[in-house]
């Protein structure tokens, strides 16, 4: 039976996004989605995007690659823009035509009515319609305060307020690890800290499972190392 696999922030780790992929072992009739964020701070982007081909993966547009394609537009359009870290930098001079290519075409969102899922980065402010949100919440809320939509982590997770359907199958929120909620499943389990590379693995059709059996869905390997260690929120 065919699967829908999804998975975490990969961050250009592709030693354990390699041991994750052999660990679910997709198939052909299998789907491969990624929650945004293939990108820098680990050793090896271009790893990441050849197996994200090999598998031919789809995805959703995290804040990382958001801003690479942001600066690299503003950079060759002579825009004078703000210091990037030496990750990002490496990454603005060192990707090929193919692999911006394979960014660009990433969307904000992707719905996939047959699990009652929607996939995006960040998440979504609650009782706000799909369509009335904005590119910065989608790919950077992790709560939300006074004041709406916010990246910061003090505050509670964005997911606690979410009700309904979709799904929200999310990632982006290292600090708080794996989240489940009834309504919505965060992947980011920080593998680029030291933390794991996690996966939720569902049969053809299936709907995310209710909390209390969604753990047996999930599959994780751990990290080599800790590559990047300055965790603050970006």
């Known amino acids: 039976m065919a699967r829908s696999i999804f998975i975490g922030d990969v961050h250009g780790c592709a030693r354990e996004l390699a041991e994750l992929l052999e660990h679910v072992a997709p198939v052909s009739g299998d789907s491969v989605h990624f929650v945004g964020d293939l990108v820098a701070r680990g050793p090896d982007t271009s790893g990441v995007l ?3 081909r090999n598998v031919n993966a789809t995805g959703v547009q995290g804040n990382h690659e958001a801003r690479l394609l942001e600066v690299r537009r503003e950079r060759r359009a002579g825009i004078s823009t703000s210091k990037m870290s030496a990750s990002h930098e490496t990454l603005l001079v060192g990707l090929a035509d193919d692999e911006w290519a394979l960014l660009e075409a990433l969307p904000l969102y992707r719905e996939l009515p047959e699990h009652g899922v ?3 980065h960040a998440g979504l402010a609650p009782g706000v319609p799909l369509t009335s949100q904005d590119a910065w919440t989608l790919t950077h809320i992790r709560s939300v305060n006074a004041d709406g939509p916010s990246a910061a982590s003090g505050n509670e997770s964005w997911s606690v307020a979410y009700r ?3 799904h929200v199958v999310f990632g982006h929120d290292a600090r708080r690890g794996l989240q489940l909620r009834n309504d919505a499943t965060g992947l980011d389990t920080a593998c680029v800290y030291g933390g794991s590379l996690t996966a939720l ?3 053809a ?3 995310v499972p209710p909390l209390a059996i969604r753990s047996d869905h999930l599959v994780s390997v751990r990290a080599h190392e800790a590559y990047y260690t300055n965790h603050r929120t970006p």
Do not use: A
Request: hydrophobic share 45%; charged share 5%; glycine share 14%.
């Open 118 to 120: 929607l996939i995006v």
């Open 164 to 166: 309904g359907s979709p």
């Open 205 to 207: 059709g299936q709907p």
């Open 50 to 52: 050849k197996l994200f």
């Open 201 to 203: 693995v569902l049969p």
